[in-house]
């Protein structure tokens, strides 16, 4: 390897060893099936003709994509930082990992661009908001980002550290070909993107708070979907780019190097939550995503709750009785619905007075069982 490709500082990659890998672990175990999760109901808005799905599914492909590289990642810092396969390989985890973020700050803008057309301009523009309009837009952001990465990593990314290592993906002192690149992710990846998000977002602001058509939990609803979108970016993306224009600007020496190592990469390990968070994206377009997400953690968390207090509330002096809930079909298909009388007797007769409590139970074909409770006083 020649001398251009060695690198002259001496960096402690303590952060990676453990952060990153208790980071990147969490973040695996969460976000792949959060994001399976996601292609499921991006594939309901598709056949639902809604543009919106298009973008959504666009970005859970990416986060999938780079979560992918994730194993390897975490197997380079397991062997301290010592990059064992092959050149292209690490070329490609880089690939995946630089692509991740731009792409989804391109479809992020798409959904606050898509909201913003639907608010603020409802009957103008509907063939941007069309199904074909929304693959266009997503085959060039994909095309152009591609593109752009093939440009940027066309270089030796391998390079070697004082322990005769070799290391992926870390140029210190950063090399003259990068500085025109990291000028290019700072103001075209992520000013710009970041003032449409803005302008989007304040103009959607503005016309659902005028608007008396719509009805209060879709006003909701679209602050929430636009909010999102601008929390992720903001999170997300903004602390790299940040400390990326530091560095382009001011790293000349190790000495500045030892002291924003570490808060740079810091900035790097946030743009992994994104393939966390865009999933939340979903709850805010999709019903069936809300009640799915409050069926399967929600309402079963909230149940443990409370049984947990009414545990806690029952004492031997005062035992809780328990209930039986009992559905039939014995009437050849039709619903059955059976009374159970629930009683429980309390110790003080001169204050309270038995509360008797009627459970009505309704079996309908769908399987559905819909309780409900009616309470009197046994007088």
Not at 17 to 34: A, D, E, N, T, W
Not at 146 to 167: C, M, P, T, Y
Not at 366 to 379: C, D, G, T
Request: hydrophobic share 45%; aromatic share 12%.
């Amino acid at each position: 390897m020649s001398e251009e490709e060695r690198i002259n500082c001496t960096i402690r990659h303590e952060i990676h060893q453990y952060l990153f890998s208790s980071v990147y672990i969490l973040v695996l175990l969460v976000g792949v099936p959060s994001n399976m999760y996601s292609l499921y109901h991006a594939a309901v808005q598709l056949k639902q003709k809604n543009e919106l799905g298009v973008y959504l599914m666009n970005l859970t492909v990416s986060d999938l994509l780079y979560l992918a590289s994730l194993p390897v990642w975490l197997q380079y810092f397991f062997q301290d930082d010592d990059w064992r396969h092959r050149e292209w390989l690490c070329q490609l985890c880089g690939f995946l990992l630089y692509e991740n973020i731009y792409i989804s700050i391109g479809f992020l803008c798409c959904i606050s661009l898509d909201r913003y057309l639907a608010v603020v301009h409802p009957l103008r523009f509907t063939s941007l908001r069309s199904m074909n309009a929304a693959w266009l837009v997503s085959a060039i952001i994909w095309v152009k980002e591609i593109a752009v990465g093939v440009v940027f990593f066309r270089h030796k990314e391998l390079s070697k550290d004082h322990k005769n290592q070799s290391v992926c993906f870390e140029h210190y002192p950063m090399e003259p070909w990068e500085y025109p690149i990291n000028y290019y992710r700072f103001t075209i990846g992520f000013v710009f993107p970041l003032s449409i998000l803005s302008v989007s977002y304040l103009c959607v602001l503005r016309a659902v708070g005028r608007s008396a058509g719509t009805q209060p939990v879709q006003k909701i609803r679209i602050r929430q979907l636009v909010g999102s979108t601008i929390l992720i970016f903001l999170v997300c993306f903004s602390p790299y780019h940040v400390f990326l224009l530091v560095r382009t600007l001011l790293e000349r020496d190790c000495n500045f190097i030892s002291k924003i190592f570490n808060y740079y990469h810091l900035s790097l390990l946030l743009t992994t939550l994104n393939c966390v968070a865009d999933p939340a994206l979903y709850c805010f377009v999709s019903e069936s995503a809300r009640r799915s997400l409050y069926r399967a953690v929600i309402r079963p968390f909230a149940g443990i709750l409370i049984c947990c207090c009414r545990r806690g509330k029952a004492s031997p002096a005062n035992p809780a009785t328990d209930s039986h809930e009992v559905a039939t079909d014995e009437n050849n298909g039709h619903p059955t619905v059976m009374l159970l009388t629930h009683t429980s007797p309390l110790n003080n007769a001169k204050t309270d007075p038995a509360i008797k409590k009627t459970i009505l139970i309704t079996e309908m074909d769908e399987k559905i069982i819909i309780p409900s409770i009616v309470q009197s006083n046994k007088n």
